[in-house]
């Protein structure tokens, strides 16, 4: 069953869909009154649907079931240093297809331009279509951070304050934080085995210039273990990617969790 998207806020009676989506619906996949489709809101709420009446912008839906799925037990966040990049559409839709929990862009010293002050509409779109192909019921939060390492740090200090993962403060900082960088020693691999069992991980690489020391000092005394990636100097959107993908093969492949 095709998969659309419905924000949290307009989940309620009567369900409505309306622009790109209505337009999927019935342009795309030529819906009419009486077909059943399915809809997510990126929160892990899916439900199905039987379309009762369209218009030419509009479909009007009636509710015929849905489920709350429980949030991941292990959740990846990646923070990420601002560049200017052709590839961003492409690791906002892999995070998506990988499973993160959270993107920060944050303005490092070596960042190429300036992070926007709010996450751009055209992002979350990239992640819905993402979403609808892989059936992943989660869309990752995005933040941008435009004060530097002390800013991502507050900002992740306060999940511990939030019920969605409140688990932070249990994880311990020692496994639940890390620094990926390019000085690291090759012999200082990142391991998923090291991730905690449950509640937020922190990942956070540099830009495409790469980390200032003084950045990687304040990141490494507020508790983030630094790990290497190997010998290569790989670019910033392979570097999270094959983290990423790390911690999914290691959800995947039915190994013991650490």
């Known amino acids: 069953m095709k ?3 419905l ?5 309620r009676e009567p369900f409505q869909l309306e622009g790109p989506e209505a337009h999927h619906l019935l342009t795309v996949l030529r819906a009419r009154p009486g077909t059943t489709v399915r809809l997510f809101d990126g929160h892990g709420r899916i439900g199905d649907f039987i379309v009762r009446t369209v218009t030419r912008k509009t479909a009007r839906l009636d509710l015929l079931s849905q ?4 949030r991941p037990r292990r959740e990846i966040h990646l923070a990420m240093g601002w560049n200017k990049a ?4 492409w690791i906002l839709e892999k995070a998506v297809e990988l499973g993160a929990a959270g993107l920060i862009f944050w303005q ?3 960042s190429q331009g300036k992070v926007p002050d709010q996450p751009k509409e055209s992002w979350v779109d990239h992640m819905i279509n993402a979403a ?3 059936g992943n019921p989660w869309l990752p939060t995005i933040s941008t951070v435009a004060g530097g390492p002390d800013e991502v740090i507050s900002l992740c200090s306060s999940w511990a304050h939030q019920a969605s993962i409140q688990d932070w403060s249990q994880a311990g900082p020692e496994i639940g934080k890390f620094l990926i960088w390019e000085s690291v020693s090759p012999s200082d691999l990142f391991d998923p085995g ?9 990942l956070v690489f540099g830009p495409e210039g790469g980390l200032a020391e003084g950045e990687a000092q304040v990141f490494i005394d507020n508790g983030y273990l630094p790990r290497s990636l190997g010998r290569s100097t790989l ?3 392979t570097a999270a990617l094959l983290c990423l993908g790390l911690c999914y093969w290691r959800t995947q492949s039915g190994l013991p969790e650490p």
């Open 3 to 5: 998969s659309l998207y």
């Open 7 to 11: 924000a949290p806020e307009q989940w």
């Open 67 to 70: 489920q709350r799925l429980p």
């Open 86 to 89: 052709s590839r961003r559409g």
């Open 108 to 110: 490092a010293s070596r």
């Open 132 to 134: 609808k192909q892989c």
């Open 194 to 202: 090291q991730l905690p069992d449950s509640g937020p991980v922190l």
């Open 235 to 237: 670019r910033w959107e």
